[in-house]
């Protein structure tokens, strides 16, 4: 039988709900029989006591019986609820009508304050049961009524009466403290409710954002990689300085592309809680002087002075994340530098333990309190001139933030106007053991390869790519192509684009290595827009060798070539 319907009247949650304190109820019932016995000498109680402990059994051995069959009408479930609840308010009541009685000055107080408490307890245990609360306060309803008539032929008629009104009013108290309780439930359970929706919804909204950045970023990557490898093929075979400016001038708006759709992709990954920094051995010497050495040029061009300070008092090796170190750097540096007209931008170090600080200080305008207060905000750019004049998307800071974060650190700032700006990371590097560097391997003489992808724009940009090399690869425009390629001559590797219509890169090169032939054991290079940690895991369970991100980088597909080729000539 389905919740809904079992829980039509509340009854199986007042169940559970009385269940959750019987231990409670019985323990309450040993107390006063414990107080009974010592004040009054009454031994009987615990007889009462352990009635009261049995019914709580019985009823918590046969209410599952009861609801197996659930009522549908609301006088089914009063019957059940009569059945399964009253037996309880019956046993623990019958003690008042006994403490109103032979107790002579407080007894009539102890009763009362005994069924009082019975029905306040009711309130919590009835909760979401308007049927359970009714059946179970009827019993101590009646208690109550009973009680100031065991001394009808004692007490004046007037004191009677007031002794009624005020048994009325507890009652009534009891009664607008359960229908209080249930309003405060209900406006809770719907607020609830309304939270889940809304949670729902931004959830799915940040999924929707995610895939729609994803799709675009794949699209976006495939011209972006043209761009830069035609442009760097023109550059090449240029001879004179005009067709050189010209050939760099659009690379550079490549790489400014490139660095936008990165930025865009990052915060898509931190904002659905996907980004992961690695945990590997590094230099991060060598990490931070590469950080400045690349900034050089830019600071002297605009003839500001670039200053590292502190930088021997790093550790060797640490266990970390030089990538996204890296990224940070750059980031903090391209801010100080783009906003310092004269000057200098300078870089301290400081180590405590495995606490690394990196502090970048510049002589640029400064910033006012409100200004630093906005600068972690996705986007905002201080205000519209900066976007003008300077370009960018606002997000390096708010990226470069989160990084430091999930490295075991923070990114803050301070400044004042006319004061320059200073940003001061702080990152957990653990020490490590030295990283084994192999010597790179020459490629040698031209290897063999085979191109696969989809895209007629994708093939021609790795073209050309690997024109300096001196290699013309082979080409196949579907997996299905590139496999009866593959099945038909050998190759010394295999460019896969992993997302293709159809059957995609990695099922090609699962079905590649389940088939023996002239390539079974050929590297497969992945070619890919989505260069996350799961997305290269899921490529090396298929069976690839390596993977190079979209716009392709011909530094890094050279290196993933030579470690490719290095690693096929030694297992040979």
Wanted: hydrophobic share 50%; charged share 20%.
């Amino acid at each position: 039988m389905s919740t809904d319907v079992q829980d039509r009247f509340g009854l199986a949650g007042a169940v559970e709900m009385r269940r959750r304190h019987a231990r409670a109820r019985a323990l309450t019932a040993m107390l006063i029989a414990s107080g009974l016995t010592i004040g009054q000498g009454w031994w009987a109680t615990w007889i009462w006591a352990g009635v009261f402990i049995l019914v709580q059994h019985l009823e918590m051995r046969f209410a599952p019986r009861v609801l197996a069959n659930p009522p549908r009408t609301a006088s089914g479930a009063a019957n059940a609820a009569l059945w399964l609840f009253t037996p309880s308010a019956i046993a623990f009541g019958a003690l008042s009508p006994i403490l109103w009685t032979y107790i002579e000055r407080y007894g009539p107080a102890l009763g009362v304050t005994l069924i009082a408490g019975a029905m306040t307890n009711l309130v919590s245990l009835s909760r979401g049961s308007r049927v359970a609360f009714a059946v179970s306060a009827l019993p101590y309803g009646l208690y109550l009524l009973v009680l100031p008539l065991l001394d009808a032929g004692q007490t004046a008629g007037p004191l009677l009466v007031t002794m009624m009104i005020a048994v009325g009013l507890v009652m009534l108290n009891v009664v607008g403290a359960w229908i209080t309780t249930e309003d405060a439930r209900r406006t809770q359970d719907e607020a609830l409710a309304q939270a889940e929706e809304g949670r729902r919804a931004a959830e799915a909204a940040t999924a929707s954002k995610s895939a729609f950045v994803a799709m675009i970023s794949h699209e976006l990557r495939t011209p972006i990689s043209a761009i830069n490898a035609g442009a760097g093929e023109l550059r090449r075979e240029a001879r004179d300085r005009g067709a050189k400016a010209h050939a760099q001038l659009i690379i550079d708006a490549g790489a400014m592309m490139r660095t936008l759709l990165d930025d865009l992709l990052d915060l898509a990954k931190l904002d659905a809680g996907r980004m992961e920094v690695e945990a590997i051995a590094f230099d991060p010497r060598r990490a931070v002087l590469d950080a400045v050495r690349l900034w050089k040029p830019q600071a002297r061009a605009k003839g500001l002075r670039l200053g590292l300070y502190g930088a021997r008092a790093l550790p060797d090796w640490v266990v970390g994340d030089p990538t996204r170190l890296r990224q940070v750097l750059n980031n903090l540096f391209s801010n100080a530098i783009k906003f310092t007209r004269q000057g200098s931008v300078r870089l301290t170090v400081s180590v405590d333990g495995e606490m690394v600080r990196l502090a970048l200080a510049d002589t640029g305008p400064g910033m006012t309190a409100d200004q630093i207060n906005r600068l972690f905000t996705p986007f905002d750019q201080l205000d519209a001139s900066v976007a003008r004049k300077h370009g960018g998307s606002g997000l390096g800071l708010v990226i470069s933030r989160q990084l430091a974060r999930l490295m075991g650190g923070d990114l803050v700032a301070s400044s004042a106007p006319g004061a320059g700006a200073t940003f001061i990371v702080t990152l957990t590097l653990p020490p490590a053991e030295p990283a084994l560097v192999e010597p790179a391997q020459p490629l040698g003489p031209p290897p063999r390869l085979l191109v696969v992808d989809d895209h007629a724009i994708n093939r021609q940009a790795i073209t050309l790519v690997l024109a300096p090399l001196g290699i013309v690869p082979e080409t196949a425009a579907s997996a299905e192509e590139g496999l009866e390629r593959l099945a038909a001559e050998p190759f010394d590797i295999v460019l896969m684009d992993v997302y293709m219509p159809g059957m995609d890169g990695r099922e090609a090169t699962r079905r590649l290595r389940a088939h023996a032939g002239p390539n079974q054991n050929t590297p497969v290079i992945a070619i890919t827009a989505s260069a996350t940690a799961k997305d290269w895991e899921a490529c090396l369970a298929s069976g690839m060798s390596g993977h190079v991100a979209k716009p392709i980088e011909p530094a890094q597909l050279y290196a993933a070539l030579d470690q490719a080729i290095s690693a096929a000539r030694a297992a040979a």
